[in-house]
């Protein structure tokens, strides 16, 4: 079974999560960014989600992390599902 660990930032709007995307583009510390601005309880952590199994999160979530090419890419988002908008960073998948 597919497996990933990312840090997300989740905001309730999508102006938000673009604001906060234009930043962490300029070089912002996600792990700031997460602790100050994410709604999620893994804030604390900097927005570290761990280690999860593909089908484990919500399916837009889901789909962004395990979509093919998504380690390339250095951030993905704004990614809406029913909680609202996130910026993920996908630390490793396998």
């Given at each position: 079974?597919?497996?990933?660990?990312?840090?997300?930032?989740?905001?309730?709007?999508?102006?938000?999560?673009?604001?906060?995307?234009?930043?962490?583009?300029?070089g912002?510390?996600?792990?700031?960014?997460?602790?100050?601005?994410?709604?999620?309880p893994?804030?604390?952590?900097?927005?570290?989600?761990?280690?999860?199994?593909?089908?484990?999160?919500?399916?837009?979530?889901?789909?962004?992390?395990?979509?093919?090419?998504?380690?390339?890419?250095?951030?993905?988002?704004?990614?809406?599902?029913?909680?609202?908008?996130?910026?993920?960073?996908?630390?490793?998948?396998?």
């Amino acid at each position: 079974m597919a497996k990933a660990s990312a840090l997300h930032i989740l905001v309730k709007t999508e102006k938000e999560a673009l604001a906060l995307k234009a930043k962490l583009e300029k070089g912002a510390d996600f792990y700031q960014l997460a602790k100050r601005h994410s709604m999620c309880p893994s804030k604390k952590q900097g927005g570290d989600l761990g280690e999860f199994k593909r089908g484990q999160m919500v399916k837009p979530f889901d789909n962004a992390v395990f979509a093919k090419g998504s380690e390339d890419k250095p951030l993905i988002g704004p990614v809406k599902t029913r909680f609202g908008y996130h910026l993920i960073k996908v630390l490793y998948k396998s």
